[in-house]
């Protein structure tokens, strides 16, 4: 976007047109609480270039974090490759053209994310992304009403176990259109089919996370079985990564779920900060016409030629308006650039190699954990891919403050989610640590426990 | 444009209706309409033991270009939709009053029918949304 500036006359003769006082007048709806006046710790008086000087110091602090967190965000390795392509001119936009079929050379990355997608879910379709892992589940679960074609139950179940953000934004997206959530408990560190047996009522889909919030897999084909085989739809939340070790989706149970959705953060984007990341949806066939978000198919020209366009559009609300499948008409372009060239570069071998040495570094540090005392496996008898609970002898807010000041971040304390797991923390390993890593970790466990 | 049967009935919207000779109406888009959305891809169709009431939407026809609701023009139960379509839509692009039905309501009140237009009335709206 050009700089434009404008004349005091012009602010005057513009806010005059539409009847504010003031250029605050413009964000009057903004709460007061929300307003900041003043960044701590920076003048008021500083110049341009201190504020920068101050702002790298500052940056610089982050850099050398030994990071054992998770929680929905993972340190993978990135290869340089990848941005250095991302950042061409020609796939340097955040957005899907607007002449999408002028820009082949878009469509035809978004075609091969796709076809990557769905090899990896085991899916039939996938759309070119969304905004991020939670709002995917939203989606899914909006799209599974959808296709219920009686209006389906109003009525969805969602293991405690599910990301608690991705609960919270599934909760704020579908709760005011009357979608009720039922919450089941995971006290065993995943859903149990007795759990299940307990429900009562008629539901629409059945939510499936694997491996789920604690780094815990869920027994998903019997999941899946179970909520098929009560008329509702099975949606599962995956970490793509996982995948490239664990059963796609479409393969679990005796048909497959019906929607795969998640998270694409693992293939090749940077964790900045919590985003931006981008969400995945694929889905089967059969209700292909209830899935949001934009869809490229290949087909060929008037000579016959390989081409790429925009399909299915009519499921899109610049055609079909007020009855439009969903609002979403964008995707997180840029990020699905990099992870496309992310698993183009990896590749199936690659990735295999990367979950395989994320999870054989959680197996290690698992093993070194508990020799400290006090501190144990939360639910060592399940099965885990990268991450896990880790039942400690202090508070786990406390342990990540202390790790901290030695530059270590000790995982994700879950007592703020989780009633009774305030000495519970939350930790993961990608392929990027090693086994002085882990030994550095424990070692300053074991001080900060002592 | 091809001839418009005269034993059909229409809707302002472009939904023909045809009285069959046990009572039941089935009920399409006219040729007019098909021609106006293009080349169909998909018919999402109503399931048969559903109630669909006059003007209401029972069905959606989806082309290239729209997707367009199909209001019924009738009130009563549907006792038959053309399945053919979910595998060939352009069904409706090549024969709109014939094998391009789309489904069969059994009424609740004839009276409805004979308020629709007829085809020479159609032919006349038609006409005029042309100009």
């Known amino acids: 976007m050009p700089f434009l500036p404008h004349t005091e006359s012009d602010v005057r003769a513009m806010l005059e047109a539409i009847g504010a006082n003031s250029i605050d007048d413009l964000f009057d709806e903004i709460p007061a609480n929300l307003i900041i006046e003043s960044l701590a710790n920076v003048p008021e008086t500083a110049n341009e270039m201190e504020v920068v000087r101050l702002m790298k110091a500052r940056a610089s602090q982050d850099e050398t974090t030994l990071n054992f967190a998770g929680a929905g965000a993972y340190e993978h390795h990135i290869p340089a490759a990848i941005w250095q392509i991302v950042g061409r001119g020609e796939f340097y936009s955040a957005y899907t053209p607007y002449q999408a079929e002028a820009s082949q050379g878009t469509l035809q990355l978004i075609y091969e994310y796709q076809t990557m997608m769905t090899r990896l879910t085991g899916m039939d379709i996938s759309n070119a992304s969304m905004y991020d892992g939670a709002t995917a589940v939203a989606e899914a679960v909006l799209m599974a009403e959808r296709s219920q074609k009686k209006g389906g139950a109003r009525r969805v179940l969602v293991p405690e176990s599910l990301h608690p953000a991705y609960r919270r934004t599934l909760k704020a997206i579908v709760d005011l259109q009357g979608i009720e959530i039922v919450t089941l408990p995971c006290p065993t560190g995943r859903l149990e089919l007795a759990t299940l047996e307990a429900v009562q009522g008629e539901f629409t889909a059945l939510v499936i996370p694997q491996p789920n919030f604690f780094g815990v897999l869920e027994e998903v084909d019997a999941l899946t079985d179970w909520a098929q085989a009560r008329g509702a739809l099975a949606i599962a939340v995956v970490n793509p990564m ?12 005796a048909r497959g779920v019906d929607i795969v959705c998640g998270d694409g953060q693992p293939l090749g984007v940077p964790m900045s900060s919590g985003g931006p990341y981008f969400g995945f949806l694929a889905c089967k066939k059969d209700i292909v016409r209830n899935m949001p978000g934009r869809i490229v198919g290949r087909t060929t020209d008037l000579d016959g030629r390989i081409g790429y366009t925009l399909t ?16 979403i008409c964008t ?21 295999r190699r990367v979950a395989n040495a994320s999870a054989a570094n959680l ?18 008898t399940q099965a885990h891919f990268h991450e896990a609970a880790f039942e400690l002898p202090k508070p786990a807010r406390d342990v990540i403050e202390s790790l901290a000041g030695q530059r270590i971040l000790a995982g994700f304390a879950l007592g703020g989610d989780f009633a009774g797991m305030e000495h519970v923390l939350l930790a993961c390993t990608t392929e990027t640590k090693n086994a002085a890593d882990i030994e550095a970790f424990a070692q300053a466990l074991e001080t900060a426990l002592a | 444009m091809s001839e418009i049967p005269g034993d059909l009935k229409f809707l302002k919207s472009h939904e023909w209706a045809r009285i069959e000779d046990n009572g039941q109406v089935t009920v399409g888009i006219s040729d007019h309409a098909q021609s106006l959305l293009g080349d169909l891809v998909y018919v999402e169709l109503p399931s048969v033991g559903d109630t669909v009431s006059l003007g209401a939407a029972v069905a959606v026809v989806e082309s290239v270009k729209a997707a367009s609701d199909v209001y019924s023009p009738i009130s009563g139960k549907v006792v038959a939709v053309n399945t053919a379509l979910a595998d060939k839509p352009e069904t409706i692009n090549e024969d709109a009053y014939g094998e391009g039905w789309i489904l069969v309501v059994a009424p609740d009140d004839m009276d409805q029918f004979n308020d629709l237009l007829s085809p020479d009335d159609y032919a006349e709206l038609i006409e005029s949304e042309d100009h």
């Open chain 1, 331 to 351: 995707n997180q372009g840029l990020l699905v650039t990099a992870a496309t060239i992310y698993m183009a570069i990896t590749g199936p071998e690659g990735l």
């Open chain 1, 242 to 253: 996982s995948l490239a070790l664990l059963k796609e989706p479409g393969n679990w149970g």
């Open chain 1, 312 to 327: 299915l559009q009519a499921r899109e609300q610049h055609i079909r308006r007020a009855k439009a499948t969903s609002n």
């Open chain 1, 363 to 380: 197996a290690a540090l698992r093993a070194r954990l508990e020799k400290i005392p006090g501190v144990r496996a939360r639910f060592p």
